[in-house]
Each structure stands twice: as structure tokens, then as C-alpha cells.
């Protein structure tokens, strides 16, 4: 058992979470408030059915909802089987693991911090997302079905590409409603993100514990890809 003395520096960080989030919670919440302009701030709009609602009169919009719906299931899936996966087919150590997702964070912050800023303007968010999804998509079947542990440092890049489809997408729904829809449509993807992250480690694991388990109908670690 820990002493006493331990017993307040293991409260100190999870204090400082709950702090931290409370503020993010406050900056959020006045940041729909703003952006809700002369209109009383329904509190449905923090949940999603209560955006997805606010934003009935933009179908486009709600049609790009289900693109980033999807595209979230697909990136969660990484998080929520990426250990297990590369430890069943290419037997990793817990350095190996770490240092592919540490890889992951480089090329994520590489794409959305300086190559969305230079390769958007220039080939249009449309192409854009196109693009952006066709490398996710090369990316996810890779991972899936890459015969060496080298090929999934191999494909990172093509995968992270996915970043511009993000981004772009995002811009695209945002110039597709009116500023008193900005905070519903926030609220709509924050929220959406949040859901498929809850429901993604039980979709995701359930897949690869069936395709791998002792009695798959098929054995194929990377389902969950």
C-alpha cells in the first residue's frame, strides 16, 4: 500500500486534469454562446441529435456529417486495436509500439501543423478531401494487410496524408452554414468524435478477437483496419 505521504503528489495530476478540462468546458460552452448570436442557446446543441436538429436546413451539411462519422470509426480504430495487432502478427516489444506511435504523433502534427497550410490553397479543399480519403483508405488497407512489421513505418506517411481530408472537410461544412450555425455545427462533430470513441474499442476489439480467436471463421488480425 502506498504511505501517506505519497498519498497527495498521486492526487496532484488527476486535480490538475480535472481542472484543465473544467476550463475547456467553460471555453466551450461561452464559444456556443457567442456564436449563437441574438438566439437563446439551446442546450440541445451540445449533444448531437440537438446539432444534427439545428442543422436540419443544410443537407449537405448533415450528407458531410456522415463522411467524418465514418472517417472518425475508421482513425479510432487504431487506437483501439493497434497494440494488440502488432503484438498477434509481428510479435512487438512495448519499444517497438512506442516508438510507431511515436511516429504516428510526428506525422500527424507534421500534416495538420504545415503541410494543410501549403498543399489546401493550392489544390482546393474539394481535391482535397478526395485525396485526403483515398490515402486514409490506402492506409488502413496497408496496416491491414502489411506481411512485415517495416511495412507499417512504410505506409505511415501515405496514411497521415489522410489529415488533408480532415481539414478540408472541416472548412468545406463550416462554409456551408450561416455564423449563427457555427456552435451547432462544432457541437455536431465534437460530439460525433466523442460517440465513435466510445463505441470504437468495443466495435474494434469485438472484430479482432473474432478474426483472430480460436474460432474465426477466417484469420485476419487486421479486420478492425
Known sequence: MPDA????LALTWPLVGAVLCGALLHAGWNALVKSSGDKPLDTALVHLMGALVA?????KVL???IV?????????ALPATWTYYTIERFQ???ADIGLSLAAV???TALVFGFLTRIAIPRIG??????LGLLCAALGYA??????????????KPLWALGGLGDAALSAIMSKGVGETEQGALQGAIASSRSLTSVAAPVLMSYLFATFTGAGAPVYFAGAAF
Open 5 to 8: 505521504a505519497s498519498v497527495p
Open 55 to 59: 442543422l436540419k436546413t443544410t443537407p
Open 63 to 65: 450528407g458531410l456529417m
Open 68 to 76: 467524418v462519422v465514418l472517417s472518425q470509426l475508421a482513425h479510432d
Open 92 to 94: 512487438w516489444s512495448s
Open 105 to 107: 504523433g510526428i506525422l
Open 125 to 130: 479543399e474539394k481535391r482535397a478531401v478526395q
Open 142 to 155: 496497408g496496416f491491414a494487410v502489411a506481411p512485415y512489421g517495416w511495412v507499417m513505418f512504410a505506409v
